[in-house]
């Protein structure tokens, strides 16, 4: 009889891991570029009651026990002086967390949500350093019109997932995470 | 060809007549501008002074009205603070609108409506900016409003050093911007004037224990930080939830963090000094930018030029500009954003919500124009 107990009990802590629960903090959430885009991203995830592990200036060691790097970019000048690194230094980290994450097979997934105003010469360079290690890509509508990022994604096989603002960004949010396994969304 | 200049005692009188007539036209000009800015609050407002937080302003050119409406319910306590600069006219005629036409029915709001009054009795030199700009009302009548400088009158403080050292932080700032109200905070209370009337608004902040403070401001479209909202830390959750909401109307928004280094400003200070989450908002004014040509009233109200059509086909602004940025416009951007922090505070703090009613929309602000919505000056 207790035995029994046990096993079901098991079994049921086995459902909760697969369906999810275990995904808390599985999730890590970075800038590239330091805008407070990525803070929008958290709002949008905290909706779906989804609490990644955010941290604007996340290094490759941050990324133990992750599966999903969710990676927000867009340039902005305050920002990166508040975080007092230059354009260089986070271009660098960008590269190296990428990187790092691909290394260790995590899966990424890159946002830009800033639309036109978040294009330009400093956050144009940040997506092209973080666009082309994506495994999946939401674009806000108005920042592909040069046609940038389907050159950044030539030769892969990955839709741009386009929505019309950030805050339709939780439907193909929803549709990627479920995707990479995650449930009960 | 050799002029030679004759003077003779009658050449010198007739042109030291003509220095004084020029004096005494000019010293009008100046001084026509020390008048405050008359506004006609709904009657539930009710009226304090600056001093009421700081008596060390009292009697002080930086004494000012304070405009207070609690409503029936109990909520949160919402500072808007206008006219920091007062070459940024959508900030301060946000302020005059929402004081002629808010019904608090949940929380208390808080309007400052010329916060460096200082600034308004003059000003830039050689900006050729003019000294006030006239609104339509609804009735079809015209109402004036003051359009001044971005630094406290020189009259009230000076000389400024060649280095302002921020004393809080002890960082070097242009000498200038000792009379620069958004470079003083938090101000102290035996400071320059101007620095003692930052003490006071943050003392306000402090004693009102204003959950969500407002620093309404206008920049130059060619400046990045413009159409946009600043956020320190304590208040980004908010400020990422609205900019989500102003963005999804269709409206270019950015939003920017406040930088921990940079000292003096209202988005870092307010935060750091007291418990509120401070808001900075920026919108594009084409008449305090460095690319503009002629600089007339006609250009603070409806943002029109040809040197910034340019720019922007050259692809130099941060805003969408097709020819013009009417005030209307740029107040409807501040109103909406406004209105729309307030209804999402209680997301924040379930206890802290604020109901203001009988404020327009966006939509009808720039179809009908602000000055539908304000009352006709007697
Ligand atoms: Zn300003």
Redesign the interface.
Known sequence: MRTKKIVVGLMALMFLFLTGCAWAGDIALTSIG????S??V???LKKMKVTPDTDNLMKAEDLEGKDILIAVVGG????L??A?IDKDQENQRATDLLSAARDKGIRVLIMHV?????RGKLSDAFIVTAVPFADELIVVEGANEDGLFDSLMEGKDITIRVV?????TSEPLKEVLSLWGMVGL | MNYQIKGSRVTACILLALSCLVCFVAAKSFTSMWVEERVYPVEEFQQKKLSDYFSGIKGTPADQPVFIQKGEEEGGTVLLLCGTHPNEPASNLTGVLFLENAKVERGRLIVIPTANIMGFSHNGPQEGHPQGYFIELADGSKRRFPYGNRLSNPIYQWPNPDIYIHPSSGQNLSGKEKSNLNRCYPGRPDGSITEKMAYAIVELIRKEKVDLAFDLHEASPEYPVVNAIVAHERSMELAAMVTMEIEAMGIPIRLEPSPKNLHGLSHREWGDFTDTMPILMETGNPSQGRLRGRTNEDLVVTGKDKCYSRAFDLGKLYIPYDGDQPLSLRVARHTNAVMLFMENLEFINEEKGLTVEGIPDFEEIVKKGVGHFLAASN
């Open positions: 330091q805008s407070s885009d803070m929008m958290k709002v949008v902005s000048s305050k920002g002086g508040a007092g800033g639309g036109a105003g978040r019309p603002n950030v805050r339709s």
